[in-house]
């Protein structure tokens, strides 16, 4: 089943084999070029090497999570849509997920007829589309040197950054 969205590349990222094994089966008929990564740091490499339209991410990557892998893919000229894995598929985390910049978030166990919906749709999106769905995340040091993650508004063509409502010192 060869079409347009066929051409984007899919990355797998996941610390569970299951997962990867799962996915591979369930969009085999799409005929997509897949990647896997188990850690952050591998699909880092990858998305140096590769252009990754749509990355299906397990929630928790010990020791990071999808979070720290939208702080990584902002960078990137075109970053491909984070799809959000879970057992833990709640409320929260859909609303979480969908308001810091992910695509979907899919429960686990897999539907397949839902994992090739919201991949399919995604693929074409990010390939006749490109935009994140909201401006990406930014790590931004404070005052203190802590680190924060803000939004980036997109104003005029010029990325500016979202102050927050209240003033610091």
């Given at each position: 089943?060869?079409?347009?969205e066929s051409s984007t ?25 897949m990647h896997r990564a ?28 999808w979070k720290d892998l ?100």
């Amino acid at each position: 089943m060869l079409n347009a969205e066929s051409s984007t590349p899919i990355l797998s990222l996941s610390p569970c084999t299951d997962d990867h094994e799962a996915l591979s089966g369930i969009l085999q008929p799409y005929e997509w070029t897949m990647h896997r990564a188990s850690t952050l740091a591998d699909s880092t490499q990858l998305l140096q090497r590769h252009s990754i339209g749509v990355i299906v991410c397990d929630r928790d990557l010990p020791p990071h999570s999808w979070k720290d892998l939208l702080l990584e893919v902002a960078a990137l000229p075109k970053p491909p849509l984070i799809i959000v894995t879970s057992r833990h598929a709640d409320d929260y985390l859909w609303a979480e997920a969908l308001n810091l910049g992910a695509y979907d978030v899919l429960p686990k166990p897999f539907d397949a007829a839902e994992v090739r919906r919201t991949v399919r749709i995604a693929a074409l999106h990010w390939q006749w589309n490109g935009e994140p769905a909201l401006p990406p995340l930014v790590k931004v040091a404070g005052a203190s040197g802590a680190h924060r993650v803000e939004r980036k508004a997109f104003t005029g063509g010029r990325a500016k950054r979202s102050r927050s409502s209240h003033s610091g010192a």
